[in-house]
């Protein structure tokens, strides 16, 4: 049944030079700019419970998961992260580097480097206000300039679509490795206009990037914890690079994406982790669905970055115009249902249509939580609990691993 339009909106096309796009928003679907947010409870939690970077946190699966790699990803993991070293250590320090050009004191550089964004390859680029609620601790002091520059690049469809495999990692991480490149070259840009700027790596991040992804209008947060943008849904990386130069910031929009989840509810249906949730809940101030990190890392870790999560979500798979049209004519979700778009394989479990399911035991989820330290102590409890005190040489033991550990540091690098 054909459903009522509230609103249209407008977008650049997805290449440099193709057509806007308008895409119709139901009104089934209309609710809020960018997210629900309840700024007073963003603002409690980020004082009271900063967040700090997953490679600090999870230092503990982090380590797990290089002994349950499959040889090709961990040998293609260890060459990703020997071409990304050059670029990681040059955004880490880019921010100090100075200006070589001179500023024109009230020119407004926003659609300068929007133009330069958009022809270095980048499908989604947007201006916002770097919220430093969200900076990781590690990270607070870091970040110099205030303007977020939010750059979405653009990953292989086809590539992409044949998740979860090895072909699809090359082009999840080969897409890293061009942005890393590209926004070294942007920077050069801004710099050459007289301003600084900051690259905040995706393989040393600063801060959870999707919510000022969201702050830009570049799309809203999918229910499968991603950023659905208009031509590509989640099949994009993000990158932010910040700036002293003078810009005008954008606005959230309302895609409807934040309502049609309830609805598709396609990535919830299709994760064979399990792991994603189907109602949404207030976290740290915003609405949204909670992935369940403990059932989407053993999958993630085991069947090469998994990603079924993107691979099914019809606005990566056909974009927002043809999916919002679809459900503005027939009232239904586009592919929903179809093997094309829900069917995946995994390895060594076949082919799941569907409705249909892998099956992973209990023990399948069993994985070390939080630090490397707290994971020592845990196995440490559970020894003393079970087998009474160790021999002193196992307490030696223990303590020399501990020293390691704390010898190791931390670090915000990762191997995105
Ligand atoms: S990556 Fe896989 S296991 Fe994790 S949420 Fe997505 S579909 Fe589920
Ligand atoms: S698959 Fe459906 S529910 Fe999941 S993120 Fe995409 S649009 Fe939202």
């Not at 020119?107 to 929007?114: P, Q, S, W, Y």
């Not at 598709?264 to 249906?269: F, I, M, P, T």
């Not at 399990?274 to 915003?286: C, S």
Request: charged share 25%; with cysteine.
């Amino acid at each position: 049944m054909p459903k009522v339009v509230h609103h249209v909106v407008k977008r650049p096309g997805r290449k440099l030079g193709d057509p806007d796009i308008e895409i119709p928003v139901p009104e089934d679907f209309t609710t809020v700019p960018g997210i629900p947010l309840r700024e007073k409870d963003v603002a409690f939690y980020n004082r009271e419970y900063p967040i700090e970077s997953q490679t600090i946190e999870k230092t503990a699966d982090r380590e797990w998961v290089m002994t349950v790699y499959g040889p090709e990803e961990k040998a293609f993991r260890q060459q990703h992260m020997a071409t990304m070293k050059p670029l990681v250590d040059s955004a880490f320090t880019s921010g100090d580097v100075e200006p070589t050009g001179t500023p024109d004191p009230g020119k407004d550089l926003t659609e300068e480097i929007r133009s330069k964004a958009r022809e270095l390859g980048w499908g989604e680029v947007g201006f916002t206000k770097f919220d430093r609620k969200y900076a990781y601790v590690s990270k607070k002091h870091w970040v110099k300039y205030e303007h977020a520059i939010c750059l979405a690049l653009e990953q292989d469809y086809h590539q992409t679509q044949q998740i979860p495999g090895m072909e699809s990692e090359y082009a999840h991480f080969g897409t890293y490795e061009y942005q890393g490149a590209m926004a070294l070259e942007l920077c050069d840009t801004i710099r050459a206009s007289g301003y600084h700027a900051q690259i905040h790596s995706a393989n040393d991040n600063s801060s959870p990037y999707i919510p000022m992804f969201v702050a830009a209008g570049l799309g809203q947060l999918g229910a499968n914890g991603q950023l659905l943008s208009p031509h590509f849904g989640s099949r994009s990386r993000l990158a932010i690079i910040t700036t002293d130069a003078p810009v005008t910031y954008d606005e959230p929009v309302d895609y409807g994406i934040h309502s049609f989840c309830q609805t598709c509810q396609v990535c919830v249906n299709r994760c064979p982790g399990r792991a994603l949730t189907k109602e949404k809940v207030w976290w740290r101030g915003a609405e949204k669905n909670k992935l369940v990190y403990e059932r989407c890392r053993p999958v993630m870790a085991k069947y090469e970055g998994c990603g079924v999560c993107m691979k099914v979500c019809p606005i990566q798979r056909y974009g927002a115009k043809p999916v919002m049209e679809h459900y503005v004519e027939t009232g239904e979700v586009l592919g929903k249902g179809t093997d094309n778009l829900e069917g995946y394989t995994i390895q060594d479990k076949g082919y799941f249509g569907p409705g249909q399911l892998p099956h992973f035991d209990r023990e399948f989820f069993d994985i070390p939580h939080g630090t490397k330290e707290e994971a020592l102590f845990e196995a440490f409890k559970d020894r003393l609990t079970k087998e009474g005190v160790p021999p002193a040489e196992e307490l030696v033991d223990l303590a020399f691993k501990l020293k390691n550990i704390l010898d190791g540091g931390d670090t915000t690098r990762g191997d995105e």
